[in-house]
């Protein structure tokens, strides 16, 4: 089993829909939980992050992580053309490690 | 800042050449990563160094590749020889304040061995 799996889309919604991508990881001792947009041709940026389990809410972003079933979840809420990138997931901070494990990504396209 | 640097932008070589990619980190970072970044296997870390010393290579492929940070605000990574399935979009990272797990991204370079 691969440390993170993530399905690779791609995922195409219409403007205003709401974005559901997800994650699942096998390391248990993952401990920050990243999500990174990386637009065509780009390098990624970090769109945000949570620390151990729960919530955490960014304006129409929101990142779920729960760590009894290893899964980590990005939703967006009232979904725009500009959100139309690849979304990759990154665990890591395994043992205060700075190494973070990448999935795949996942392609969205949100159209006009 | 002008974020992290990278160059050439775009590399266009034959297998068997010898390839340099380089990296500027953002001033005052003092973790530096190098990924590789293809559509079979999404972005995979190659080696990464702390205060310039290597802290684990084991993303790196094979002997071809090589990778250097002689100093705090320059690395290389090295391909010798080249071969057509080292065509990948190759990025550098880098980590500022200790405990801060954002990863920066340069804009890559887009390297093709024909």
């Known amino acids: 089993q691969k440390e993170v799996e993530q399905d690779p889309g791609p995922l195409s919604v219409p403007e205003g829909a709401i974005v559901s991508l997800n994650c699942t990881y096998s390391?248990?001792?993952?401990?920050?939980f990243m999500w990174y947009r990386q637009y065509s041709r780009k390098g990624p940026e970090l769109l945000m992050y949570?620390?151990?389990?729960g919530n955490k809410e960014d304006g129409r972003f929101t990142a779920q992580v729960d760590k009894s079933s290893k899964y980590i979840s990005l939703f967006i809420r009232d979904s725009q053309p500009s959100d139309s990138a690849t979304y990759l997931c990154?665990?890591?901070?395994?043992?205060?490690?700075?190494?973070?494990?990448f999935g795949k990504g996942t392609k969205l396209t949100v159209n006009p | 800042d002008a974020g992290v640097i990278q160059s050439p932008r775009h590399e266009v070589t034959e297998m068997g050449q010898e390839v340099t990619l380089r990296c500027k980190p953002i001033?005052?970072?003092?973790?530096l990563f190098w990924y590789r970044q293809t559509m079979m296997r999404g972005l995979e870390l190659l080696i990464y160094?702390?205060?310039?010393?290597?802290?684990?290579d084991s993303g790196m492929p094979e002997d071809r590749f090589s990778a250097k940070m002689p100093n705090a605000s320059f690395s290389t990574l090295k391909i010798q020889p080249s071969e057509p399935r080292d065509s990948a979009v190759y990025f550098c990272?880098?980590?500022?304040?200790?405990?801060?797990?954002?990863?920066?991204f340069g804009p890559g370079t887009r390297l093709t061995v024909l």
């Open positions: 990272a880098s980590i500022g304040t200790s405990g801060s797990y954002e990863q920066f």
């Open positions: 390391n248990s001792a993952f401990q920050y």
């Open positions: 001033s005052g970072h003092n973790s």
């Open positions: 949570t620390y151990s389990s």
């Open positions: 160094f702390n205060n310039n010393v290597p802290i684990d």
């Open positions: 990154a665990p890591g901070a395994q043992g205060g490690s700075e190494k973070l494990v």
